[in-house]
């Protein structure tokens, strides 16, 4: 499937209309106006996986800054975003600089990063094979089917000797480049299906967001790209908010918070089982990362 077609497909099946009947009401203009009585201000912030821990750590953390923060649960990557440009929330932080650029194009929409918050390295896990020596040639591998993380899963496998990808590979790659004569098989599904799915393939490749969820150990864990390589940096995780909130600064606020508190850090890390890598990247320079990507995906359309 090309590039653009690939765009076209994730614009229509952005579900808005069901996200406004899942989200409750109200604008980031009044959720975190506050009163005249000086009542705690309130803001919504959009993310999937809300069950961890850390999530409650943190809106203590908050309240005791004086701001009230509502955690609005997701059950896939599709539905933050749109849910955000569409005033249901003020914030939302599930994805990175990648996603977030693929959805703007997509949806011809100015969302903005306002804060950075980990990178998580993409794993293969296995609860059939030790090592990625032992998977037979011919097994399939399970990734996931939204563009920008099929892409980075594709160059997880083709580092770990599984598949070659034509060109090289690039943050583009679809199940489709993967040449014909790679060791294995390649199957895109739904990414919060990846984990669950394991028992239908010789392995997986797992968003951070499902690992802990799912009981998954380092021990099923087989290969995963590295973090600390510059081609790292657009899937750093980020806060992301309309533009015309950038500057807001209860909102940079709940960054600082996110990033300052330990008890929230320590958290974080635990729920990514040890393998997320903290990071206060400037703003500017996320900035500069999502506006390179989008460029880049609008080229290859």
């Not at 990808?165 to 895109?188: M, P, Q, R």
Request: glycine content about 8%; proline content about 5%.
């Amino acid at each position: 499937m090309s590039t653009k077609k690939s765009l076209a497909a994730i614009a229509l099946a952005l579900p808005l209309a069901l996200l406004l009947g899942a989200c409750a009401g109200g604008s980031s203009d009044t959720a975190a106006s506050g009163d005249a009585s000086g009542s705690s201000e309130t803001v919504k912030i959009g993310v999937v996986g809300a069950g961890e821990p850390y999530w409650e750590t943190y809106k203590e953390a908050a309240a005791a800054e004086g701001i009230d923060v509502e955690i609005v649960n997701f059950d896939s990557y599709d539905q933050p975003n749109p849910a955000l440009s569409a005033g249901e929330l003020d914030l939302n932080q599930f994805q990175h600089i990648i996603y977030l650029a693929t959805y703007n194009v997509a949806a011809s929409d100015d969302l903005v990063p306002i804060g950075a918050t980990a990178i998580y390295p993409l794993g293969l896990y296995s609860t059939k094979y030790g090592k990625v020596g032992d998977i037979p040639a011919g097994e399939t591998i399970a990734v996931p089917n939204d563009e920008s993380n099929q892409a980075r899963a594709l160059l997880v496998l083709q580092s770990a000797g599984l598949i070659e990808l034509k060109d090289g590979g690039s943050v583009f790659s679809t199940v489709a480049d993967i040449e014909s004569g790679s060791k294995v098989k390649v199957e895109a599904v739904a990414a919060d299906f990846t984990a669950s799915s394991l028992p239908d393939f010789a392995g997986a490749v797992v968003n951070n967001d499902f690992v802990s969820k799912a009981g998954l150990t380092k021990d099923q864990l087989l290969a995963q790209d590295d973090p600390s390589d510059e081609s790292a940096f657009p899937y750093i995780n980020i806060f992301a908010a309309k533009a015309a909130d950038a500057e807001n600064p209860t909102y940079l606020k709940l960054v600082k918070i996110y990033q300052d508190t330990p008890s929230v850090q320590d958290g974080v890390l635990e729920a990514s089982g040890g393998t997320g890598v903290l990071v206060k990247t400037p703003v500017s320079d996320l900035v500069a990362s999502l506006k390179k990507t989008e460029d880049e995906i609008r080229a290859q359309q």
